[in-house]
């Protein structure tokens, strides 16, 4: 159908809100600003760029992101508190385009449970919270949180009253993954139509993946009349995660032919803002992952690679090039400039505050290109994501590492760390070269944090590539994540460990939105 015919599905992105709720994939701010430029890039209609309320760095990483995005709505969570409220409106106000996400639980077993409160209160919280909130902004959200496993007759009852109290933007969450895709649908259809004024708000669903239904339950809604979506980059977020973007955007504009409506996303930039994501967190995208996995357009069996050959339709519903897989890539070398090398990067949205760090960059891509012949955007990212985690205030730093590895032979492995100002070296032996850094760094350290997950994943491809590791520590029920990139793994793999350290010693304090 022709774009006049179809509708604007907004998509709404919460991966720098709930995607970070996701256990160690906690971002600093500028991770949340490349973030914030690539989804941007990408068209999205809605940032959630956070929960002011909950630190004060979450506090500044939504001014900052909200100062940084021009084309694309900033938004704040904020639960139905006075307090929360003002807190969004301040992080709100640089933004070209600001909007407030406001919610109160609706289900019976936490309005008992978890609020204490009686229905006829949370009615009165709800009208309350988006009067407070239109104060600051004339676009408002609100999410009856759990709507789930609302009763409907609650459901329509409140959203009928924050409608009249200026909310234009009504979220219905899936919060624990429990409906079923054609209860979910008949649920949004239901609403739209028992609630008198509905036509005054946009219908969004916010689906949670517990049951593997998000994505799912997201269509249905939209099939039943919903025109947000809330999802993140990789479906990322609590326990099981968020509806994938990706997924959502891509199963609406392949099936044209039952959706009326269709997004403005340029999904070009899907694959690109999916292996940001993945690098900034540290969560890797499984093979299998439909749109973004590396095997999501590969062909093993004979029969289909026939098939592809012959007619790509005949295995391919979608083009891969259509979601930013054969997009090409700048390959730069040590013969590149200054200039090819920061505009790259500022294609692949990473910008620079000074340049000093320009230069602390470009130093660290000199001497990876004498490592490796060809350095990919991959590499280039990798570099920067580096650079940002060393920050002038961290506790650690990693200043000289010896490993020695023989066969017959305990390895074992001298470091020298950066602690507070000091040198401090110590040496150890381990199961292996990566497990005797550990060791050693442990020795200096004495952070008593357990090892929950070592990851390595090749950046790009052959035997001079980087490698990528994660590691994931648990302190004190905190889990931590740390990421390190170098051409020798050992390196990268004791630059990961030290990286979560310092994260260990900094908490943000962060408090959870639900509690």
């Known amino acids: 159908m022709s774009s006049s015919q179809t509708d604007q599905l907004i998509i709404f992105d919460t991966t720098l809100r709930d995607g970070e709720q996701s256990p160690g994939a906690s971002m600093n701010m500028e991770e949340k600003l490349r973030i914030a430029r690539a989804l941007e890039k990408m068209q999205v209609d809605v940032i959630e760029a956070g929960f002011p309320i909950a630190s004060p760095g979450d506090f500044e990483s939504v001014k900052a992101v909200a100062g940084a995005v021009k084309e694309s709505t900033v938004c704040g969570l904020a639960r139905a508190l006075e307090k929360d409220i003002e807190i969004a409106g301040r992080a709100l106000k640089p933004a070209a385009r600001g909007r407030i996400h406001t919610f109160i639980a609706t289900s019976p077993i936490h309005m008992e449970?978890?609020?204490r409160m009686s229905p006829d209160q949370v009615v009165e919280q709800a009208v309350q919270?988006?009067?407070?909130?239109?104060?600051?902004?004339?676009?408002?959200?609100?999410?009856?949180?759990?709507?789930?496993?609302?009763?409907?007759?609650?459901?329509?009852?409140?959203?009928?009253?924050?409608?009249?109290?200026?909310?234009?933007?009504?979220?219905?969450?899936?919060?624990?993954?429990?409906?079923?895709?054609?209860?979910?649908?008949?649920?949004?259809?239901?609403?739209?139509?028992?609630?008198?004024?509905?036509?005054k708000a946009i219908f969004s669903v916010h689906c949670h993946n517990d049951l593997g239904l998000a994505v799912g339950n997201s269509l249905s809604a939209v099939l039943n009349?919903?025109?947000?979506?809330e999802c993140?980059?990789?479906?990322?977020?609590?326990?099981?995660?968020?509806?994938?973007?990706?997924?959502?955007?891509?199963?609406?504009?392949?099936?044209q032919d039952l959706f009326s409506c269709d997004t403005r996303l340029d999904t070009t930039q899907i694959v690109p803002c999916s292996k940001l994501v993945s690098g900034i967190t540290g969560f890797p995208v499984q093979p299998n992952k439909a749109v973004v996995g590396?095997?999501?357009?590969?062909?093993?069996?004979?029969?289909?690679?026939?098939?592809?050959?012959?007619?790509?339709?005949?295995?391919?519903?979608?083009?891969?090039?259509?979601?930013?897989?054969?997009?090409?890539?700048?390959?730069?070398?040590?013969?590149?400039?200054?200039?090819?090398?920061?505009?790259?990067?500022?294609?692949?949205?990473?910008?620079?505050?000074?340049?000093?760090?320009?230069n602390e960059v470009f130093a660290g891509f000199k001497d990876l290109a004498d490592k490796k012949h060809e350095i990919y955007d991959e590499d280039l990212l990798a570099l920067a994501t580096d650079s940002a985690q060393w920050c002038a205030d961290e506790s650690y730093r990693l200043i000289s590492l010896r490993v020695c590895s023989e066969t017959g032979e305990t390895p074992s492995a001298e470091v020298t760390l950066m602690v507070d100002g000091e040198e401090r070296t110590a040496e150890s032996t381990g199961a292996g070269p990566v497990d005797a850094v550990f060791g050693a760094i442990e020795s200096i350290v004495k952070s008593k944090a357990k090892l929950d997950l070592y990851s390595v994943n090749s950046i790009t491809e052959g035997t001079d590539a980087q490698g990528e590791v994660t590691v994931r520590l648990q302190k004190d029920n905190s889990i931590i994540n740390g990421q390190g990139a170098d051409t020798d793994i050992v390196i990268a793999s004791a630059k990961a460990y030290i990286h979560a350290l310092n994260r260990v010693v900094q908490p943000d304090g962060r408090e959870h939105p639900q509690l």
């Open 113 to 115: 449970k978890k609020l």
């Open 129 to 199: 919270a988006v009067k407070w909130a239109r104060q600051y902004t004339d676009d408002v959200e609100f999410s009856p949180e759990d709507a789930g496993r609302s009763e409907p007759d609650f459901l329509c009852r409140i959203l009928e009253a924050v409608i009249d109290a200026g909310a234009t933007t009504l979220n219905i969450p899936d919060t624990v993954g429990y409906n079923l895709p054609h209860q979910f649908g008949a649920l949004i259809g239901e609403l739209m139509e028992r609630i008198p004024n509905s036509d």
């Open 225 to 229: 009349g919903a025109r947000q979506v």
């Open 232 to 255: 993140t980059i990789n479906g990322l977020g609590e326990r099981a995660g968020n509806a994938s973007l990706e997924e959502v955007v891509m199963a609406v504009r392949t099936r």
């Open 294 to 358: 590396a095997n999501a357009f590969a062909h093993e069996s004979g029969i289909h690679q026939d098939g592809v050959l012959k007619q790509r339709e005949t295995y391919e519903i979608m083009r891969a090039e259509d979601v930013g897989w054969s997009a090409n890539r700048m390959v730069l070398g040590k013969h590149s400039g200054r200039n090819a090398f920061k505009t790259r990067l500022s294609d692949l949205g990473v910008e620079f505050d000074s340049q000093e760090d320009l």
